[in-house]
């Protein structure tokens, strides 16, 4: 069943509630990568770390390696961090507000359509004020927050 609009806002702001602290969180991930910091933080060897994940100790190094390079697998990910008696998180953390986010692509698509209907209307000689403009552009913002967002995310 598909979200009407006021549920899709409320479905936004409860998920960037539960999305600020990360966002503000600012992780870097060593330069050696999660897996192998916290494995000799732990005093643990490769060897070791093999044998809690299950695998031969060839492959502890092109594991960790493959964490640095961003070719390795969740399911990797998952094991090693089993292993480390850590707990995988993984997600996706909005640069700002999905709100923001939204009404900014919204402004971009709005003012596409804005600076269009600018310059038919200054061939036919009925130019509108730059205030007369933004007043528009502003009404079709609210509009189409308050409407389907189906062809937002199409590119013109």
């Known amino acids: 069943?598909?979200?009407?609009?006021?549920?899709?806002?409320?479905?936004?702001?409860?998920?960037?509630?539960?999305?600020?602290?990360?966002?503000?969180?600012?992780?870097?991930?060593?330069?050696?990568?999660?897996?192998?910091?916290?494995?000799?933080?732990?005093?643990?060897?490769?060897?070791?770390?093999?044998?809690?994940?299950?695998?031969?100790?060839?492959?502890?190094?092109?594991?960790?390696?493959?964490?640095?390079?961003?070719s390795t697998t969740i399911k990797s990910l998952r094991q090693a961090a089993e292993a480390l008696d850590c707990q995988f998180v993984y997600g996706f953390v909005p640069r700002s507000s999905l709100d923001e986010t939204l009404r900014a692509r919204v402004a971009q698509k709005t003012g596409r359509t804005i600076s269009r209907l600018d310059h038919t209307m200054k061939l036919e000689n009925q130019a509108l004020q730059k205030p007369d403009l933004l007043l528009e552009q502003q009404r079709m913002i609210d509009f189409a927050l308050n409407g389907s967002l189906r062809g937002l995310w199409e590119d013109d």
């Open 1 to 70: 069943m598909r979200m009407n609009s006021n549920q899709a806002a409320l479905a936004r702001k409860q998920l960037d509630r539960r999305l600020e602290p990360l966002r503000s969180a600012n992780l870097i991930p060593p330069p050696k990568g999660w897996i192998k910091a916290i494995r000799e933080a732990l005093g643990m060897t490769a060897r070791q770390l093999a044998s809690r994940m299950g695998v031969a100790p060839s492959r502890i190094p092109v594991i960790e390696k493959a964490e640095i390079t961003g």
